[in-house]
């Protein structure tokens, strides 16, 4: 299984960004996917979360209605659009493909964004 991020890039505050994950090595449908981010000198946190199949999705309080996750699954890919961007959400962004059934995870080797003027 490979999952890729990209899309990274350095924004000024008030902008916007979208990143991108594929995975394979599964039925991609079939994947939970979820974004994670790592700030400098912080712990992994929750961003955002697709179930695929089911349909649900969920935000951290912090990104909810400025991010949305979405996701192609005949490109095997998911996305995240981040507006409004602030000097807070700087970090390092991961994705992660779960599949449910064996609760294995794989994550992707991250993706770096820096908001800043």
């Known amino acids: 299984v490979q999952v890729v991020e990209s899309g990274g890039d350095l924004v000024q505050p008030g902008g916007s960004l979208r990143l991108s994950c594929t995975a394979s090595?599964?039925?991609?449908?079939?994947?939970?996917m979820s974004w994670y981010r790592q700030a400098p000198g912080k712990e992994r946190e929750f961003v955002a979360r697709?179930?695929?199949?089911?349909?649900?999705?969920e935000y951290a309080a912090s990104v909810k209605g400025r991010f949305t996750i979405s996701r192609d699954n005949a490109q095997n890919t998911v996305y995240l659009q981040m507006n409004s961007l602030k000097p807070d959400d700087t970090a390092v962004y991961y994705c992660?493909?779960?599949?449910?059934?064996?609760?294995?995870?794989?994550w992707g080797a991250g993706t770096g964004v820096t908001v800043s003027s």
């Open positions: 697709h179930s695929g199949d089911a349909f649900r999705i």
């Open positions: 992660k493909a779960l599949v449910a059934i064996t609760s294995m995870e794989y």
């Open positions: 090595g599964y039925t991609f449908r079939r994947y939970i």
